[in-house]
């Protein structure tokens, strides 16, 4: 009950920071420091279960809150093709994402109360996550960016006149299908069911915030599929080899952390080679 009244006050408050009666900068600047502050209390609340519970239980939230920020990212990929699809502008975006992250944490609950109930029940379900992860990966890898999983009934679509409804019913199907992967990764760290739940929506409570942070660099970290590929496969692995090998929490957080960081690394410094060299040409 406690976790779920900070979610209502966080969701409330994440809806009043920013909008279009401020500018892009004010906005940008507001998301920056609200992204901030939702990974410091994500921090604190792992903490707050390490002490409560154990550090494993700890760890294993820090984990699971990682992987589901990470494959968050690509979500944000997909609301940037949905909205200039749409030809939705900043302000009406605020508005969208609102309403999509509110609708994400409904979903989100549903689905993992199934796959818990799933994995509780039936052992060999463990298989189907793990094969289904691996598939993901396989996609990702093969050079298929996050933008293919928008169907072509969506990309059909006429944008919006006066309602946000169509384009938050795509926000909320998309998220839908980057459920299907997401939360089978997370259940590849933790079976607790407190655990993959509230690491899971406090993933999702920044990520509106993270979309405006990180609009301008979406284009730019055009390798970061691959490292969530490579992510993903890691998980896979965890989750399929799990009765012959255990794989400390500890290592899958540096694992996780590895595999963003040079990723982020080498998509950035591959565009700054590629604006230096297209600024040497115009010169």
């Keep these: 009950m406690g976790f779920h009244a900070a979610v209502i006050v966080l969701v409330v408050v994440d809806s009043l920071l920013t909008g279009a009666y401020r500018s892009d900068k004010a906005n940008q600047r507001i998301a920056l420091a609200w992204t901030l502050a939702l990974f410091v209390a994500s ?3 792992a903490a707050w279960i390490a002490r409560e519970d154990g550090h494993a239980l700890g760890l294993q939230w820090l984990a699971g809150y990682s992987i589901e920020t990470s494959l968050s990212i690509d979500n944000l990929f997909v609301f940037l093709v949905l909205f200039r699809g749409f030809g939705i502008d900043k302000g009406r975006q605020h508005r969208a994402l609102a309403w999509g992250v509110g609708g994400a944490i409904v979903l989100r609950a549903g689905f993992i109360v199934v796959g ?11 298989w189907g996550f793990g ?4 598939y993901a990966a396989w996609k990702l890898l ?3 960016s996050a933008k293919e999983v928008i169907p072509e009934w969506i990309r059909k679509l006429q944008p919006a006149k006066g309602s946000l409804l169509p384009v938050i019913l795509a926000v909320e199907f998309t998220d839908l299908l980057f459920a299907v992967d997401s939360i089978p990764a997370v259940l590849a760290i933790s079976r607790n069911p407190f655990i993959v739940y509230t690491s899971n929506i406090a993933a999702i409570l920044g990520l509106r915030s993270l979309y405006f942070v990180l609009s301008g660099l979406l284009d730019r970290l055009r390798y970061l599929h691959y490292g969530l590929g490579v992510l993903l496969a890691f998980v896979a692995f965890k989750m399929l080899a799990a009765h012959w090998v255990e794989i400390p929490i500890t290592v899958s957080l540096g694992v996780i952390a590895g595999i963003l960081i040079v990723c982020a690394a080498v998509s950035l410094i591959a565009g700054n080679r590629e604006q230096g060299s297209g600024i ?4």
Excluded: A, P, S, Y
């Design 280 to 283: 040497r040409k115009e010169n």
């Design 142 to 144: 093969r050079g298929g």
């Design 131 to 134: 094969l289904l992860l691996l």
């Design 116 to 126: 818990v109930t799933l994995l509780q029940h039936f052992e060999w379900i463990t």
């Design 43 to 45: 921090g604190c609340f």
